[in-house]
């Protein structure tokens, strides 16, 4: 069980717009910088943004993040093939027990 | 270009430790104001943080591995371990090693290693 919640799947067109939700609480999304990370296939993860909406270098505007409240969202637009992959959303977590990295169950992108 | 890369055994057997080195080069892991981690991702299933440790040495443990993980950095080498004990095949799973900008955002990832706990 993830502490940040995504959908497992999501899927449409090359071309079309897709995104993909994270859900968590006060304790992590809600006071902290939220990241996503792109996992191709047989591959480590990849930094796609951080701090709810900034790109690194040489990722493309088509990717792009936002965030609100409890709750964070990834947007990809003009969807690829080579955009078929896993994304994991991640956050700080400072509970009162413990503070740690947590990380979303992950979401399956299918470009049909 | 900054790059990591990890290095161990790739088969433990359990109730041993399990020791991985990560080794930085293109830069200094004496570099401030960045965390240097462990991530780990058993075979389809998705990402779990393991631990962190600052330029200055504090470290920061996932709760749940907390009392059999180790992580320490050797400037001299530009390297930092990981060492995590008494495993059982939960613990099967490839370990990234990563520096992260901040606590909570791995910017840079080891191509990861393969460690199976059998026997």
């Known amino acids: 069980q993830s502490v940040l919640t995504q959908p497992p799947s999501v899927s449409a067109a090359p071309g079309q717009k897709v995104t993909i939700s994270c859900s968590g609480s006060s304790s992590n999304i809600g006071n902290n910088y939220v990241s996503w990370y792109q996992q191709l296939p047989g591959t480590a993860p990849k930094l796609l943004i951080y701090e709810n909406n900034k790109r690194p270098s040489g990722i493309p505007d088509r990717f792009s993040g936002s965030k609100s409240g409890t709750s964070a969202t990834l947007g990809i637009t003009g969807l690829q093939t080579g955009d078929e992959a896993d994304y994991y959303c991640g956050t700080w977590d400072s509970s009162l027990s413990a503070e740690s990295v947590v990380f979303g169950g992950g979401t399956k992108l299918t470009v049909l | 270009q900054l790059q990591l890369q990890e290095s161990g055994p790739g088969l433990v ?3 041993e430790t399990l020791s991985l080195t990560c080794t930085v080069s293109g830069g200094s892991i004496s570099s401030s104001s960045y965390y240097w981690g462990w991530i780990r991702q058993p075979p389809g299933k998705g990402l ?4 962190s440790i600052y330029y200055s040495g504090s470290t920061y443990y996932n709760p749940s591995l907390k009392s ?3 992580i320490s950095v050797d400037t001299s080498k530009n390297q930092f371990s990981l060492k995590l004990s008494s495993v059982t095949a939960a613990d099967t799973a490839v ?3 990563a520096r992260l900008i901040g606590a ?4 840079i990832w080891g191509q990861g290693t393969m460690v199976t706990v059998s026997s």
């Not at chain 2, 779990?48 to 631990?51: A, C, F, P, T, V």
């Not at chain 2, 909570?104 to 910017?107: E, L």
């Open chain 2, 104 to 107: 909570g955002t791995i910017r």
């Open chain 2, 48 to 51: 779990e943080w393991i631990g």
């Open chain 2, 95 to 97: 370990y990234y090693c």
């Open chain 2, 68 to 70: 059999r993980v180790t």
């Open chain 2, 13 to 15: 057997k359990p109730s």
